[in-house]
């Protein structure tokens, strides 16, 4: 007997990213199309925990699938690790009727779902919304395509005055401790080097290329820095490194920060959170809980939450060999 679910609350959680509004448009309507209740949860499990909830009906959504951010807001909650957290938020959504839970966040969003999950069997579906595309269980997750496209547009204009000076610029990124951002626009933006945490280039071979860039006749070059690169120095100190090392070059350093998180969300994205939300809804309805929806070989497939949250997401070698040819 499918246990009876009558209204499913949405959350948004951890660092936000574009495709979250158009994700909460996608379950507040296909709960509408299915006849059940939505409530919006503010501020993930601190709103849970407050019981900061607001009705969502298939209007409530109207003109937010091309906005960035998230109308839910999002935070991370200290008090939703305790115990007493936990308990207060399942009070707050059994007062309010609530029946399941979509999660719309990263993989610490998912530990906390996966906690509530056990300690009360509330049923908890996710959907991977960060842009750090560092979910085990899909190849894209919402917001990393928004956030490629924005980080390229950005590096081509680093480039213009990269040329117009002979200089070296040093582009950090975003991915907290993964280089897929840094590695694909790397390459679509063509930068002469790519520093990733999966691959540690070292400082000698990152001068070696540098010198090669040079004598092939490169005046100016782009070096695009993962955030969580361990080459044991920051964008900063590898300037000066690269200016004690080879004064001939003339460096600078841009560490594009929060702006690789908003923006309108791509087609792709918007396309991705539709499918995604309307999966996640569904599968709550056929009585399945601990999932993550998510796209593999362009099919919304299911992953058990725990494999999402344990998972690894391997950087592709085929783009680290592309990527070396590119810098020929
Ligand atoms: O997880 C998304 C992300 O943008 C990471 O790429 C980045 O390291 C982190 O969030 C920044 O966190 P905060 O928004 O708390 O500064």
Redesign the pocket.
């Known amino acids: 007997m499918l246990p009876k679910i009558n209204k499913i609350g949405v959350l948004t959680s951890?660092?936000d990213?574009p495709g979250m509004n158009a994700a909460i448009r996608s379950v507040v309507r296909t709960c509408a199309f299915h006849s059940i209740e939505c409530i919006g949860i503010y501020r993930g499990y601190q709103g849970m925990i407050e019981g900061d909830f607001k009705e969502m009906g298939p209007r409530s959504v109207n003109n937010i699938v091309n906005k960035g951010g998230t109308i839910l807001k999002s935070a991370?909650s200290k008090e939703f690790m305790t115990a007493e957290g936990r308990k207060k938020a399942f009070d707050n959504l059994k007062k309010a009727g609530v029946d399941a839970l979509v999660v719309i966040g990263?993989d610490g969003s998912f530990t906390g779902a996966e906690v509530f999950n056990k300690e009360y069997g509330f049923p908890v579906m996710g959907i991977p919304g960060?842009?750090?595309n560092d979910i085990f269980g899909t190849s894209h997750t919402l917001g990393y395509d928004t956030a490629l496209n924005t980080v390229v547009e950005v590096i081509d204009k680093i480039r213009d005055t990269a040329i117009s000076h002979n200089r070296l610029f040093f582009v950090e990124v975003?991915?907290?401790d993964a280089g897929h951002?840094a590695l694909n626009t790397g390459i679509g933006a063509g930068a002469e080097e790519i520093l990733i945490p999966e691959e540690d280039l070292g400082l000698e071979r990152l001068l070696e290329s540098l010198k090669k860039s040079k004598e092939s006749g490169k005046s100016s070059s782009i070096v695009v820095v993962a955030?969580?690169d361990k080459i044991g120095k920051t964008v900063f100190e590898l300037k000066d490194y690269v200016e004690e090392n080879m004064p001939e070059y003339d460096v600078r350093v841009s560490v594009l920060g929060?702006m690789?998180?908003g923006g309108s969300p791509s087609c792709f994205d918007r396309v991705l959170a539709s499918r995604l939300g309307v999966k996640a809804v569904e599968s709550i309805l056929e009585g399945k809980s601990n999932f993550m929806v998510g796209l593999l070989n362009d099919k919304v497939a299911l992953t058990p939450l725990e494999q999402a949250i344990k998972g690894h997401t391997e950087i592709d070698k085929e783009l680290l060999r592309v990527s070396d040819i590119m810098s020929t």
Request: net charge positive.
């Open positions: 951890g660092g990213s991370r990263g960060t842009i750090d975003m991915g907290r951002i955030e969580g929060h690789q998180r």
